[in-house]
């Protein structure tokens, strides 16, 4: 049995005697009702949680089937493609050139979405890995592109998925840069962490968009793909417990060229 005890003091004429006044409620069946409320909201509770995993269970299932199989079937459409530019003469050439980078964009989208599922999939495994070497693998990518590297070996904690962020870098530095445009990469040491700043002489970012260029893809005003690898990029340096931003590479300068600075949490011990 449940109940409640409410009581308050009463003093006799005088103040000389004090008396209490005690009032007992029977709650017992509100207390009941409480719990039955309790288990019918976690057993409805059980029920919504096992219903959202089976749901996305499915839903990875569907993803795999359509990265998998779309993934091949571009495969197939550019291999054919090449085979078009070889036989074709004229216009027609121009129009099979158009259609095999419009296949090659789709399977960098398909390979992107699928490192950011791998991403979202489960809790990071770092491991210290050699920057040094990740850098100089990802510039040997560029041969026909100027770029310089200034740093020392360090040890930081990543995964094998640390070379998308030059590759990224980098190649959106190729993109946008234009013509002769040269990137410049440098790695420095920072209480505890590495900084590693990737800049190039290109047109730059804008002030007014430094902050939002990590989160272009998340908008709507964007080109199929856009701003994908830099939602990739940003995705990888949070992972990897560090901080990234843009920069002008000329201070107080956004037209000639931009900065990206991120960082790397340095291994130890």
């Known amino acids: 049995m449940w109940l409640i005890a409410e009581g308050r003091s009463q003093r006799a004429a005088g ?8 009032a007992l409620t029977d709650i017992t069946e509100k207390r009941h009702l409480e719990q039955s409320l309790r288990e019918r909201d976690a057993t409805e509770l ?3 949680h096992r219903d959202l995993e089976s749901a996305h269970r499915e839903a990875n299932l569907y993803l795999d089937i359509l990265t998998h199989d779309i993934g091949n079937t571009e495969n197939v459409s550019n291999l054919y493609a090449e085979l078009l530019v070889d036989s074709l003469e004229g216009e027609a050439v121009g129009y099979v ?11 960098e989208i398909l390979g992107t979405v699928s490192k950011i599922r791998r991403i979202h999939a489960g809790p990071p495994l770092l491991r210290p890995t050699d920057l040094n070497a990740v850098i100089r693998a990802e510039i040997g990518h560029f041969p026909n592109i100027s770029i310089s590297y200034e740093g ?30 040269a990137v410049a ?20 970012v804008p002030d007014g968009q430094k902050e939002e260029i990590f989160h272009r893809y998340e908008k709507k005003q964007r080109g199929v793909g856009e701003g994908l690898g830099l939602y990739l ?26 900065a990206f600075v991120f960082t790397l949490r340095e291994a130890r011990g």
């Open 152 to 181: 020392v070996p360090r040890q930081v904690l990543a995964d094998d998925l640390l070379p998308e962020v030059f590759t990224n870098l980098i190649g959106n530095a190729v993109k946008h840069g234009g013509p002769g445009v």
């Open 15 to 22: 103040g000389a005697e004090c008396r209490y006044r005690v």
């Open 46 to 48: 059980a029920r919504i």
């Open 185 to 204: 990469v440098r790695t420095e040491e920072e209480d505890g962490f590495v900084r590693v700043t990737v800049a190039d002489t290109g047109r730059g």
């Open 97 to 107: 050139k158009k259609l095999q980078r419009s296949v090659q964009k789709s399977i």
């Open 233 to 258: 990029v940003q995705i990888l340096i949070g992972r990897y417990g560090g901080k990234i931003w843009v920069e002008d590479r000329v201070p107080g300068r956004s037209d000639d060229g931009a």
